[in-house]
């Protein structure tokens, strides 16, 4: 079992930056990839960055590409989500996930509680 704790979301003005964080315990976090997914009122998660357990690859979806960035530290246990230059249309709550691969939320067995992201114009 992986258990896993987000944290770092906010209310900020368009343009502004937030960072997230999601703490994973449980089984051996440093191979696991992991996922960064998102949900606006009244729609499914989408997807937003991934990283591979290595931390060597990442992808990230189109509309995010360019202002976020994904982290991982095996340290600490802890993958990261940097957001910059946010947009209104960013608003959404904020989950991390693993247990899985690629883009899909549907592949990923392990969930965060989510946090939410307001951003005001």
């Known amino acids: 079992q992986v258990q896993l704790v987000n944290s770092g979301g906010g209310t900020v003005q368009a343009g502004g930056s937030l960072k997230l964080s999601c703490e994973a315990s449980?089984?051996?976090?440093?191979?696991?990839?992991m996922g960064w997914f998102r949900q606006a009122p009244g729609k499914e998660h989408d997807f937003v960055a991934r990283?591979?357990?290595?931390?060597?690859?990442?992808y990230y979806a189109d509309s995010v590409k360019g202002r976020f960035t994904i982290s991982k530290d095996n340290t600490k246990n802890t993958v990261y989500l940097q957001m910059n230059s946010l947009k209104p249309e960013d608003t959404a709550i904020y989950y991390c996930?693993?247990?899985?691969?690629?883009?899909?939320?549907?592949?990923?067995?392990?969930w965060g509680q989510g946090t939410q992201v307001t951003v005001s114009s």
């Open positions: 449980g089984r051996t976090f440093k191979y696991y990839s």
């Open positions: 996930a693993t247990g899985g691969i690629g883009s899909s939320p549907e592949n990923y067995e392990y």
């Open positions: 990283i591979s357990w290595n931390g060597d690859s990442t």
